[in-house]
């Protein structure tokens, strides 16, 4: 067995650490506190560095690095800002799918362009009556000649108003479905309305409602096989969607331990740092064990990615790292704050933001207990 | 323009807190401690960079140390340079500043007929200062520390300006010459995805004394002249005194206090 990171993967780490520390951390207030144009320069400066082909093979304008590459990309950013290391992930997601499954023409024309940074897209699945639950959504493709009438309403859209593409499942018949590639320029796109989230407020995060009304789709635009689009849904889902979550959570829980760390050992209370006291001691200690043991569930199945596993067959491992991880980070993060004191949840000590984070992670991409449900059914079976 | 810039691999700035002092050795304790790049080492790549940006040329990133040197020279590769040796020779182990100088000045002959070099101005473990100076003597070249910032007025004469206590001085420098350059001089690119692993596949040059033609035996811990003697930590301790009476007798008191202290 060989735990080490390779040369590239360090420089990758160490590339990652600086751009999140130099060109990500002076502009969190920028991020955090204002309202105006989402800031596609990010995005285009992500691009630059190729973080946002990292997963994407070469010969569609990725860098081919692979599933570990990004894990340390997730984990690097969302150490200093959780934010954009779910854009990154959001970035990659639809990406992921068509490069894996198609079409041909977007593979050519759509997928160099978003590892460029030019242009966003989104994964479009979660409805009102389903997200995890993919066989109830209520959005249909008609056939018509040589186009699928798609009508619909997705909610809780990543970057919904920003992005030039989505990715859209939608109902075909009883049990078929097909996934779209749609782009904003189509007639009877509509942007609906924001949702509300207490930390969906500013620039950075933008997240609401996408509608198709009518949207006439061209059939060379199906992602995977007609009639079978759960199939690149769940692949990517899998390995990018709760990889992602997973590795998101790292970062936050690592940031969290930090500066749990840091306060207790300058924070003095009968004379000697908190940090000499047992209770916190202990509290550090199950805190680091927690963040480490989580490191071996991320980076394992991304390992396994890049050594040729296909998601399906590590789809328990992929679910218990987001599971893991975000579980951790939740737990982390609430013990950073009991050191903190009654700073814990003032934004100036930076810990409370770590923890909407780690909210924001337990839902997306399949809620920690859907991560169970994947579990059980790789390790027990599937339930009747 | 042929450019050589001087790197050294150095224990991580940010884990300092963790370092401890060897009492026996006199020696401090890099175990567990991650290496990277000398941080001013970042600011003379770039330098260098810009440098062939305007002139053209090549860029060799050169440095002195074991094997696992190789690391910061392969980020100087991802970051742009076109070649990197390392010298990496046993007898060489242990130099202070001279006898690092002196076969780096030696094996920068080797590498080309140099304009350039450049270097960080200290690095964060020695902070002496004095590698970038004494290798332009063994090179016998004009250099200049300090450097914030660079006007290219022709290819071969430019105008650098060095950073002094409460200002700054412009030099009019005259090529070939060597520079040390601070954090202020450039903002270090980061490399991209591509440039880190095309770097991965390029060469690193390893030299060992044979390579050199090494006139003086000034290398190594033989021949240094100088020797870390001890090493200690310091002990930093925070008190104070209240002085109490009228100003001018408090003012007097405290003055006094001050000299026994040392601190006037």
Redesign the interface.
Known sequence: MDFNF???Q???R??VR??AQKELAPRIPEFDQTEGEWPYDVMKRMG????T??AIPKEFGG?G?GHV?LMIAWEEIARVYATWASHLRGFVLPAYAISHFGPAWAQKEIVPRVCKGEIQGLMSLTEDTGGSDLANIRTTCVADGDHYIVNGRKIMQSRYSVSDFYTVIAKAGEKSFNYLLITKDMPGVQIGRRENYISCTTRTALVGEVIYDNVRVPKRNIIGEEGKGFKPVLTTVGAIGRLGGAGISLGIAESAFDLALKYAKNRKLYGKPIAELQAIRWLLVDMHTKVEAAKYFNYQPSWALDNGKKPHEIAGDLARAKLFANETALDVCLKSIEIHGGYGTTPEFGVIQKMKGALDQMTAAGSNQVMKRAMSEAIIGTSA | MNIVVCVKQVPDPEQFSKITLDPVRGTIRREGIPSVMNPLDKHAIEEALIIREKFGGRVTALSMGPTQAKETLQEALAMGCDDAVLLCDRSLGGADSLATAYPLADAIRHICQFDVVVCGNDTVDGATAQVGPQLAEFLEIPHVTHVTGIEFTSERSWIVKRAIERGYMKVALELPALITVLKEVNQPRLPSVIDIMSAASKPINEWACTNLSLAAPIIGLGGSPTKVVGSFEQDIRRGKDILKGPEAEVVGKAIKRLKELGAL
């Open positions: 390779t040369r590239e360090d420089m990758l160490n590339m600086d751009f630059q560095l190729g973080l082909g990292l860098n690095m590459a």
